[in-house]
């Protein structure tokens, strides 16, 4: 598909669109005719779905198992891509889906907790009901944390993403200590077509069904939406109330899809931008045409899954992000600016009027919080404060964690303004660009080639991946003029394939998850003298860069032509700015793991806190950034003492509800 | 950096306890090792095959790796009483670890803390498993020799072998007259759709290779020695029983498993052949495999695998 094909179509019908679906539809039912052949004779076919009764069990399989799950993966490729065009144009963000509005995050929360703690309910509901309460108990608190007069599309996107990212790491933390027992969920999470009879399709085509219809009633006023809150009102929209209805039926329809088949990565964020980059600009005709090319993805990724001579069964949902993810990529640079409201920056009114002291403040805290983490401790005795010999004991396995932590914990602060404010999107954090993942991915594609490889290896293998990744953003970066929107996707693009090559491993029942899980969770359990001083001598090297990028900071979210009008080169300025984010990010990651929830929630907690210049913003996150770190660092390895919780697992715990009242209080 | 000095000190320590225990050996010859230094007597068990392995040996660990997962999941231990947890197996509490000072770490997994931190406080027994390329059942029998040897425990060892040995040609004989179906292995999964299998690699296997069983599950594992499948994939070998293995949530599994479609046309569950056996640990040492070969004596003589 080119953009130039696809360019003549650019009025309603949307030729390219309708065409693509129609291929995609195509090859599925090809392919599911060559899985459904190995069970059934063509001519028994007729007969399988009369429901004959029969004693054979490849024709039971086939009527039980294969049909329904061609009739799920199409349900709910339509649904969710049904969901992602109601979520993306709602809340005006082409990032919007079930995944980043905490949906999933929710509804798999929800199953750890039942399974580990409320058997019995486990037990009635059964996992469908579960996942569905936690997806809606999810979104409700995005929904109650973003509820302003209208609902504003910002608040709820980032409302959506802190919920996603706490309930996840709650979610790990639960999981780290009870491997044993959560296999199950873990295979949920990489999301599985597989089928036990026609229950699931029958009550997602209801459920489909009731969807479309209501959808089908809000189409107007939600176009009307898209134009602007202001002009709606004026046309007689009820903008708060079409907001929340058009949310409440994406949310309902896409909680159940997660409830009954898991998390299938990209169909909600892939099948509209598809659609949107093949011509559909209108509001219906993405609705009509994105659910039949998520139906067609996902069912002819779940057949080609059947069919390729794997060694391992992948689940279907992994297969869709390992498809999905470089089809994104590989279209990028080929997709035209999209259709889609942009986003806007999150609204901040306080001001401070002089910074140094809150600044002077900032580091006293810093400093008390170093002190703890380096002297304050648990032995079996209990807490101790440790002096002279005994401090001298521990030190050595203290300090290259403190050091690692603050170092990480400042980059991925910096970094987070640098992407917040070049991007104006409130959802830019380090892990948006795709650096962290590639770096995680790289270490998972060398779990899958060598059985125990060393520390030098693992280096090496984050190392190769986080450049992979920067690369590729270099490439799209420059063939897309810098285009905000298509960076985003790169990073969404390399975080799903992460979520679900890490979801393979972890329902594999290797006992290397393990070491991985925590990894990903942010430990900086390894960390040896050497490592820390490395980290530190190439963050400070990085950390030196920033007081350059203050000027262009200030002057580039006022446009172009007035950066160029004061003698900045844009281009040349954007270049600068991303490889400094993407080296801040990648070593930050090297050291504390791809969860770098403080890199969103650092700028977001001192800018709504009154630091809005750009070089106090930065000089009070990366001060932010690094305490919680080191804070997260020492109480992770000192309240479930001998137990310890991986530091960037914790630093969301800590950051997460400063950045809730901080929120509120704003409102 | 004044810091470095009581790791400077351990090294030390480390260097001339291997050097003395290595002049030992040449001196008296390897088999005499309980007449030279003490052997060491504190120990922190780094995972669970270990810990296993040092109870069989009778010996009392100062500290085990994943110490309160390991209790739920195996009941009181006499031996592990006294015990100290030290945390995840794969990050043990390397303060804690300090504080304890062990004299030995055993390992078997070879994931987890890196062995240049654990150097620091005291020297790391490897003694591997899973992951390599011969027969894990082997492996666990050196495992367990390379421990005791170490321990000055080798008797113990070789009484624990003989007898195992003893089990494994009692089984063998009491299958070699009878005609048995081949058995799946199997945990059943919560999500009532997959379960995760053993196959070629894993302890279980090697077992009933040796006592003369078939695995039904016979596609591709993990090195480990485990698969996880959907359980459509079940329908293969329709003479097979399917033995799944009790933990906590099997019964919720179950439950799942008896409202799926699918599930009721296999064709074990028609016939019901179905068997629970008691939990053994996942990737678990030479006793698992013991205990498991006795599992199966037991099914044997309840008559549970004999083909119709």
Sequence with gaps: MRADAAAPAGGQPARAAVTIALVLLLAAAGLSGVTLSRLAAPAEWLGLLAGQATTDTSILLAAHSLLPRIAVGLLAGAGLALAGVVFQNVLRNPLAEPATLGVSAGAQLALVVATLWFPSIADTLRAEGIAFLGALAAILLVIAIGWSRVLSPTRMIVAGVFVSLYAGAVSGVLVLFNQHYLTGVFLWGSGSLVQNGWDAAWSLSGRLAFAVACIAMLTRPMALLSIGDESARALGVRVPAVRLAALALATALSASIVSAVGMIAFIGLAAPAIARAAGARTLSAQLVTAPLIGAGLLCLTDQFVQLAPFAREIPTGAATALIGGPLLLWLLPRMRATSVPATQPVEGQARLARPAPMLLAGCLVTALVVACALMLGRTPQGWSWLAGQDLAGMLPWRWPRVLASFMAGGMLAAAGVLIQRTTSNPLGSPEILGISSGAALGLIALLFLMPAPSQFWQLAATTAGAALAFAVILGVGARSGYAQDKLLLVGIAFGTMLSALAAVLMASGDPRMATLLSWMAGSTYGMTEGGALVTAAVGCLLLALLPLTARPLGILPLGEQVARALGIGVSRTRTGLLLLTAGLTATATLTVGPLTFVGLLAPHMTRLAGFQKPAAHLAASILAGASIMVAADWLGRSVIFPYQIPAGLFASFLAGPLFLILLRRQS | ?308
């Design chain 2, 1 to 308: 950096m004044v810091g470095h000095r009581p790791e400077a000190r351990g090294h030390a320590c480390v260097g001339r306890r291997t050097f003395l225990s290595a002049l030992a050996a040449l001196a008296c010859g390897t088999s005499a090792a309980r007449a030279g230094p003490p052997a060491p007597r504190r120990i922190v068990a780094l995972d669970a095959p270990s810990t296993e392995m040092l109870v069989t040996l009778g010996m009392e660990p100062l500290g085990v790796a994943g110490l309160e997962g390991y209790r739920q999941a195996e009941g009181d231990i006499a031996a592990l009483r006294n015990s100290v947890d030290v945390g995840f197996f794969y990050e043990p509490n390397l303060e804690l670890l300090q504080f304890l000072k062990p004299d030995l770490f055993v390992s078997s997994f070879g994931i987890g803390a890196p062995a240049v931190l654990l150097q620091r406080i005291a020297p790391v027994l490897s003694a591997p498993i899973y992951g390599g390329s011969g027969s894990s059942h082997e492996a666990a029998a050196g495992a367990l020799r390379r421990i005791a040897g170490e321990m000055g425990r080798r008797d113990e060892a070789e009484t624990f072998l003989a007898g195992h040995e003893k089990r494994l040609s009692t089984v063998e004989e009491k299958m070699r007259p009878r005609h048995l179906r081949p058995v799946y292995l199997a945990s059943p999964l919560l999500d009532g759709r997959h379960a995760i299998l053993y196959g070629r690699n894993s302890l279980f296997d090697d077992v009933l290779r040796r006592v003369g069983m078939r695995n039904a599950f016979d596609g591709q594992s993990s090195p480990w020695g485990v698969a996880n499948l959907g359980i459509g994939r079940l329908a293969d070998e329709r003479e097979a029983v399917f033995l799944y293995i009790e933990s906590p949530v099997t019964e919720t599994a179950l439950k799942a498993l008896d409202e799926s479609a699918i599930w009721k046309t296999l064709p074990f569950v028609k016939e019901k052949r179905v068997v629970s056996i008691p939990y053994l640990e996942m990737y678990g040492a030479l006793p698992t495999a013991d205990r498991f070969a006795g599992i199966l004596e037991s099914l044997l003589d309840r008559g549970a695998l004999d083909a119709g």
